[in-house]
């Protein structure tokens, strides 16, 4: 009687563990690296933040992006990436074999580079004008709310002015992203917004 009652409580323990493990791998959020690519129908929930031009944080918010449709742009199928709510296209994106691209200024352009190496640089064209990469690092590891997330790590700049610091996983895509804007009478630039990745569903 002993061992059928031993029985009776590790196998529902076992089916339980494994239906909270195909859940998890499905999501791949809550605590887990990436493992799938997005697609149709995926969603990232992101921290955002801005800052005021004397570093302090001026609002904090959850937001969420979808990719709602793939559409056909120059012969190519893109992702439209809406952010929800608000319903308004953040990017068009698709990954090619050295990267992830984005549309924009009618023409594919590449935003992160990947494969990659540090010291790489490229010219793109990005947020209404032309912009120069560099990729500090590749395949370090970010601390995000999904786990530790192996990134690629770029630099934008324009006319020398430091515009986007970018984290970049290729399963993820955008984990981690920084925004700097010339302050109001002057030449300078400091952070103006800030988004980090909070969980990812396929």
């Not at 959850?62 to 709510?85: H, P, Y």
């Not at 580079?113 to 990729?135: H, I, M, R, W």
């Not at 995000?144 to 192996?150: I, S």
Request: contains cysteine.
């Amino acid at each position: 009687m002993q061992n059928c009652s031993v029985y009776n409580r590790v196998i529902p323990a076992i089916v339980l563990s494994f239906l909270l493990w195909a859940c998890q791998k499905d999501n791949d959020g809550g605590g887990t690296p990436p493992l799938q690519k997005p697609k149709g129908g995926t969603t990232w929930i992101f921290s955002y933040y801005t800052y005021s031009t004397n570093g302090g944080v001026a609002s904090s918010k959850t937001i969420t992006w979808k990719a709602v449709s793939k559409e056909t742009l120059s012969g190519e199928k893109w992702l439209k990436i809406n952010e929800q709510g608000v319903d308004t296209t953040v990017y068009y994106l698709r990954e090619k074999s050295d990267g992830l691209y984005q549309y924009s200024n009618n023409s594919a352009n590449l935003f992160c580079k990947d494969p990659a190496t540090a010291g790489q640089t490229y010219n793109s064209y990005n947020a209404g004008g032309l912009e120069d990469f560099t990729v500090i690092s590749a395949g370090t590891t970010l601390a995000t709310n999904l786990g530790d997330v192996r990134v690629n790590f770029y630099e934008g700049r324009k006319n020398s002015n430091l515009i986007d610091e970018i984290w970049f996983n290729a399963n993820a895509w955008i984990v981690k992203h920084q925004v700097y804007r010339k302050f109001l009478l002057g030449i300078d630039y400091y952070k103006y917004s800030a988004l980090f990745i909070r969980d990812i569903t396929y």
